[in-house]
Nanobody, 123 residues
Framework: QLQLAESGGGLVQPGGSLRLSCAAS????????IAWFRQAPGKEREEVSC????????YYADSVKGRFTISRDDAKKTVYLQMNSLKPEDTAVYYC????????????????WGQGTQVTVSS
């Protein structure tokens, strides 16, 4: 059973950077696509980015394109979200999640979720 754990959240000033990590466990190798979602108070959950397994296929929400970068280190079973030029509207709890598929756009539901990490962008 795949288990996911996020880390790296915190408080940062506008224009600053953070790198979130999503560590996978419970499998010898992480064959699943991994996505980052976020949810701000009073708002719906939003998919921020996704990285498929093996083919370097990645997706980004329009709101983060050019500022966020997703990457995988499959040897470490970890997926990173580098967040630059952060804005107050990026404030949210960030979750990593995986579908039962290696591909981001497989149509499978995201069944595996981490516990979330808080990102606060404020001066």
């Amino acid at each position: 059973q795949l288990q996911l754990a996020e880390s790296g959240g915190g408080l940062v000033q506008p224009g600053g950077s953070l790198r979130l990590s999503c560590a996978a466990s419970g499998l010898a190798r992480n064959y699943y696509a991994i996505a980052w979602f976020r949810q701000a108070p009073g708002k719906e959950r939003e998919e921020v980015s996704c990285a498929s397994y093996l083919n370097n296929e990645t997706y980004y929400a329009d709101s983060v394109k050019g500022r966020f970068t997703i990457s995988r280190d499959d040897a470490k079973k970890t997926v990173y979200l580098q967040m630059n030029s952060l804005k107050p509207e990026d404030t949210a709890v960030y979750y990593c999640a995986a579908p039962k598929s290696s591909w981001c756009r497989s149509g499978f539901e995201f069944e595996y979720w981490g516990q979330g990490t808080q990102v606060t962008v404020s001066s």
